[in-house]
């Protein structure tokens, strides 16, 4: 009769038993780390008005200071001597090599002058507004550093004016914007209004497009988050190969964005760090010792 009853006495014992927290603790742990991580990003979003206000202030302020470096021609065009000697000098591959390749396509060059005059502030303006809406934190970040650079470039286009290689008859190269179009400049780049000309140092259109894929591998983590890495060395080879710049201004670009980058740094709390709240909720709670001799 013992062996009999048994078994049933170990299921009722069994399903008198209560069911172990873990997986109600840990729900609740992740469902809060979730929510500080909602609330911290919320929280670090600043007020669209005033970063409105803020962009097209400090994008005023370039456009009126890159004004105010025209009209230096004679120093402008010394300077571009003095740059495609130096390249030359350390024996940088010559900006003609990437222009040849272009060249073998006239659907090629147009391509290569469209993105030029296309890309450059939609993909840096759709950048900053991405990370605005999804990451916060990153967006400031960004924003810093973007600023601290443009500032810099514009302080260097005051300090000196550059031509572009498309100007200089040194360079043997050829201004693929007015020849297959389309371009953003005018013929003439002393009646030019629009445009300073001069400013080809450092170039922004590689140091934006840099940050630009930075600010998206830090904020993300995707595994094919490094492929953003293409844009930049996109942008180089059409600012080269349309001869608006020489590689120099690319890489006093780069040096420009990593001083900044080395003093303005990342949010305390960046997806990794996310992650790893998320893995501290997730991580099991052990088991209370038993006391010894408890209930005896």
Not at 37 to 46: C, E, G
């Amino acid at each position: 009769m013992d062996s009999r009853t048994e078994p049933a006495e170990s299921a009722s014992e069994s399903a008198s038993e209560p069911e172990p927290p873990d997986a109600a603790i840990q729900a609740a742990a992740s469902h809060d780390a979730a929510a500080q991580a909602h609330a911290w990003d919320t929280a670090a979003r600043p007020p669209l008005l005033r970063e409105l206000l803020l962009v097209v202030g400090l994008f005023a302020v370039y456009k009126v200071g890159r004004q105010l470096a025209t009209g230096h021609t004679a120093e402008a065009f010394g300077n571009a001597h003095k740059v495609w000697d130096l390249e030359r000098a350390v024996h940088l591959p010559g900006e003609g090599a990437v222009q040849t390749a272009l060249l073998h396509s006239d659907t090629l060059v147009h391509i290569a002058n469209t993105y030029y005059a296309t890309i450059h502030f939609p993909a840096t303006a759709g950048f900053l507004i991405w990370l605005y809406l999804r990451r916060p934190a990153h967006y400031i970040w960004a924003r810093r550093v973007l600023a601290v650079v443009t500032g810099a470039a514009l302080l260097g286009h005051l300090t000196f004016p550059l031509a572009p290689p498309r100007l200089l008859a040194e360079a043997g190269l050829i201004d693929t914007g007015q020849a297959y179009g389309p371009t953003v400049y005018g013929a003439h780049p002393a009646t030019d209004s629009m445009a300073n000309q001069f400013a080809a140092m450092p170039s922004l259109h590689f140091g934006w497009a840099l940050m630009v894929a930075i600010g998206l591998i830090a904020a993300t983590k995707s595994r094919w988050r490094w492929l953003w890495l293409l844009h930049p060395l996109l942008t180089l080879v059409v600012i080269v190969g349309t001869a608006n710049h020489y590689w120099l201004d690319a890489i006093v670009a780069t040096a420009l964005l990593g001083i900044a980058l080395a003093v303005i740094h990342l949010p305390h709390r960046t997806v990794t760090t996310a992650g790893r709240l998320q893995e501290r909720a997730e991580v099991p709670v052990q088991e209370a010792p038993e006391l010894v001799g408890a209930g005896r």
